[in-house]
């Protein structure tokens, strides 16, 4: 068959000829929702902590009583803007401070004791601020609209579009790259946008996220969503991440439900989209507003529509996802079990001969004695096995992935200025200048992040795993690491442990100068005054 190009106008066209009528939004009338809670989803219920205060915009979708089991802070919150924030930010020694003091900002007024102790993976929690001006500067229509014109925006890469009318969540983009005349036609028709990814596009979004990595020692990731007055994009559903819906521009109706079952609670995997049929009870009903918040578990379904007189644009930051005990146990058992058949005999010893005649899901009905001794046999095996358990390895094996994930860090000017970022090497004259490396023994040095970095272990080699050449896009580039000799472990063990502290070059714990010189240029090297020839480092600046 003969090739021929089909332009994306083209394309376009057969989409709208496909569907020439616009995409209508139902209306909704208003009524009271009762919902019967069955006796699994009461066992899902939350603990109260609380009387919640009735808000205005809760009486504005007929919520007729404060809900139970939803922590909520309403009142009049100042604070400074994102700009002052993240400049603050920059001027903190210690990442972990600059992470915990975002994440505080974040979630203002709630203090992040209370919120950790209290909600966290527990029940959802709403802060409405009366302050629409409180995360100016995150993100902005205007922000996406810049990004459709200047980047390369793949449609079902970086942007779906979507509707969801009587019951149906349908996606309607056309391959290729999302251009503005088709983008904000789809918008004008009352579709949804979300952008999987706009961290890759926004600097602003790539540095909160980056720096957020620290608060959770987990990826965190972002999702925007600009939806049309009057309309819903997405069915109710639950997520397998824990949520913070950060709403920007417009208000949003939003209703959140209880898990279904106690198997539903804080889930692996998202669920698939639910019929209002199935959905359980209700916990919480309210209009977000411009910089409201509104955190919930993974888990709890939830879905949100714009009212008839406004659109919406919010941010959900999630983090959370595949953080768990049985994700930890996922590498931590295999190994165990290695580690146990080759130094234990009774896991090498031969099952019964006739275990097939008792065993397996066709004999489970077999009152045979065998039966329980089979049982009891693998469960002793089981608590043997716990023995074998290498966690500290199995750690490292979740850190790499975390590290993986992880967004690489935006630095600071003070930052760059110190690093290899920063270097004033160039070619000039016919030759390249500043180029070269000095160490002294007194020069001093330190990671430039205390998460960039993690010693971990393959079995035959120590390998230095860092962020610091990830790729905005998920997944995008490959991990990054390189291998540490033996005798150069202890001092870049001597450099991580020191953070935030410089140390100098003759303080790490090697046999001799020579060696800590080698150390140095193997893994990531500074001088004084010149800045280093990796990125991990940063000098002190004396």
């Given at each position: 068959?003969?090739?021929?190009?089909?332009?994306?106008?083209?394309?376009?066209?057969?989409?709208l000829q496909q569907?020439?009528?616009?995409?209508?939004?139902?209306?909704?009338?208003?009524?009271k929702?009762?919902?019967?809670?069955?006796?699994?989803n009461n066992?899902?219920k939350?603990?109260?902590?609380?009387?919640?205060?009735?808000?205005?915009a809760?009486?504005?979708?007929?919520?007729?009583k404060?809900?139970?089991g939803?922590?909520?802070?309403s009142?009049?919150v100042?604070g400074p803007?994102?700009?002052?924030?993240?400049?603050?930010?920059a001027?903190?020694?210690?990442?972990?401070?600059?992470?915990?003091?975002?994440?505080?900002?974040?979630?203002?007024?709630?203090?992040?004791?209370?919120?950790?102790?209290?909600?966290w993976?527990?029940?959802?929690?709403?802060i409405?601020?009366?302050?629409?001006?409180?995360?100016?500067?995150?993100?902005?229509?205007?922000?996406?609209?810049?990004i459709?014109?200047?980047?390369?925006?793949?449609f079902?890469?970086n942007?779906?579009?979507?509707s969801?009318?009587n019951?149906k969540?349908?996606t309607?983009?056309?391959?290729g790259?999302a251009?503005?005349?088709?983008?904000?036609?789809?918008?004008?028709r009352?579709?949804s946008?979300?952008?999987?990814?706009?961290?890759?596009?926004?600097?602003?979004?790539?540095?909160?996220l980056?720096?957020l990595?620290?608060?959770?020692?987990?990826?965190?990731g972002?999702?925007?969503?600009?939806?049309?007055a009057?309309?819903?994009g997405f069915?109710?559903?639950?997520d397998?991440?824990?949520?913070?819906?950060?709403?920007l521009e417009?208000?949003k109706?939003w209703?959140v439900y209880?898990?279904?079952?106690?198997?539903?609670?804080?889930?692996?995997?998202?669920?698939?989209?639910?019929?209002?049929?199935e959905?359980?009870?209700?916990?919480l009903?309210v209009?977000?507003?411009a910089?409201?918040?509104l955190y919930f578990?993974?888990?709890?379904?939830?879905?949100?529509?714009?009212?008839?007189d406004?659109?919406?644009?919010h941010?959900?930051?999630?983090s959370?996802?595949?953080?768990?005990?049985?994700?930890l146990?996922?590498k931590?058992v295999?190994?165990?079990?290695e580690m146990?058949?080759?130094?234990?005999?009774?896991?090498?010893?031969?099952?019964p001969?006739?275990?097939?005649t008792?065993?397996g899901?066709?004999?489970s009905?077999?009152?045979d004695?065998?039966?329980?001794?089979f049982?009891?046999?693998?469960?002793?095996?089981?608590?043997?096995?716990?023995?074998?358990?290498p966690?500290?390895a199995?750690?490292?094996?979740k850190?790499k992935?975390?590290l993986?994930?992880?967004?690489?860090?935006?630095?600071t000017?003070e930052?760059?200025a110190?690093?290899?970022?920063?270097?004033?090497a160039?070619?000039?004259?016919?030759?390249?200048?500043d180029?070269?490396?000095h160490?002294?023994?007194?020069t001093?040095?330190?990671?430039?992040?205390?998460?960039?970095?993690?010693?971990?272990?393959?079995?035959?080699?120590?390998?230095?795993?860092?962020?610091?050449?990830?790729s905005?896009?998920?997944?995008k580039?490959?991990?990054?690491?390189?291998e540490i000799?033996?005798?150069?472990?202890?001092?870049?063990?001597f450099l991580?442990h020191s953070?935030?502290?410089?140390?100098?070059?003759?303080?790490?714990?090697?046999d001799?100068?020579?060696?800590?010189a080698?150390h140095l240029l193997?893994s990531t090297?500074?001088t004084?005054p010149r800045?280093?020839?990796?990125p991990?480092?940063?000098?002190?600046?004396?």
């Amino acid at each position: 068959m003969e090739n021929t190009h089909v332009s994306a106008f083209s394309i376009y066209e057969r989409v709208l000829q496909q569907t020439p009528q616009p995409i209508e939004v139902a209306k909704k009338k208003k009524r009271k929702t009762h919902v019967q809670v069955s006796k699994s989803n009461n066992k899902a219920k939350r603990k109260h902590t609380g009387t919640p205060v009735l808000t205005d915009a809760q009486k504005m979708v007929g919520i007729e009583k404060p809900v139970r089991g939803v922590k909520e802070v309403s009142k009049v919150v100042k604070g400074p803007s994102l700009d002052t924030v993240l400049t603050g930010l920059a001027k903190i020694n210690n990442s972990r401070e600059r992470a915990s003091k975002l994440f505080e900002w974040l979630i203002h007024p709630i203090p992040p004791k209370i919120f950790f102790r209290e909600t966290w993976e527990k029940k959802p929690t709403l802060i409405k601020r009366q302050n629409p001006e409180y995360y100016n500067g995150l993100f902005s229509t205007a922000e996406f609209d810049r990004i459709l014109r200047d980047d390369e925006v793949q449609f079902g890469v970086n942007l779906d579009v979507t509707s969801y009318i009587n019951g149906k969540r349908e996606t309607h983009h056309p391959p290729g790259r999302a251009l503005p005349f088709t983008v904000w036609d789809f918008y004008k028709r009352g579709c949804s946008l979300r952008m999987l990814n706009p961290q890759a596009f926004s600097s602003t979004v790539w540095n909160v996220l980056s720096i957020l990595q620290e608060q959770f020692n987990s990826m965190v990731g972002a999702n925007m969503y600009l939806t049309p007055a009057g309309t819903q994009g997405f069915a109710p559903h639950y997520d397998d991440i824990e949520a913070f819906l950060v709403q920007l521009e417009g208000k949003k109706h939003w209703r959140v439900y209880n898990p279904r079952s106690d198997n539903e609670v804080l889930p692996l995997v998202s669920s698939r989209n639910f019929c209002q049929s199935e959905i359980g009870e209700k916990v919480l009903d309210v209009v977000l507003e411009a910089g409201d918040l509104l955190y919930f578990p993974r888990g709890f379904i939830h879905q949100g529509n714009c009212l008839p007189d406004a659109h919406s644009l919010h941010i959900t930051i999630s983090s959370y996802q595949r953080n768990s005990w049985g994700d930890l146990l996922q590498k931590l058992v295999p190994v165990a079990l290695e580690m146990a058949m080759e130094e234990d005999v009774e896991f090498r010893r031969g099952l019964p001969t006739d275990y097939l005649t008792y065993m397996g899901v066709q004999n489970s009905d077999k009152a045979d004695p065998r039966r329980s001794e089979f049982t009891a046999r693998v469960k002793d095996l089981m608590r043997r096995l716990a023995d074998f358990a290498p966690v500290d390895a199995a750690v490292d094996q979740k850190a790499k992935d975390f590290l993986y994930d992880c967004l690489p860090p935006l630095l600071t000017p003070e930052e760059k200025a110190s690093s290899v970022h920063g270097a004033l090497a160039r070619w000039e004259n016919g030759e390249a200048k500043d180029a070269s490396i000095h160490l002294k023994g007194h020069t001093k040095i330190r990671l430039i992040r205390d998460g960039i970095a993690r010693l971990t272990s393959d079995g035959d080699s120590i390998l230095l795993c860092h962020t610091t050449d990830n790729s905005r896009v998920y997944h995008k580039e490959e991990p990054k690491n390189f291998e540490i000799r033996d005798e150069h472990t202890d001092a870049m063990e001597f450099l991580i442990h020191s953070y935030p502290k410089f140390v100098s070059v003759g303080s790490l714990p090697c046999d001799s100068f020579d060696n800590k010189a080698i150390h140095l240029l193997l893994s990531t090297t500074t001088t004084q005054p010149r800045p280093s020839s990796e990125p991990h480092y940063e000098q002190c600046k004396q």
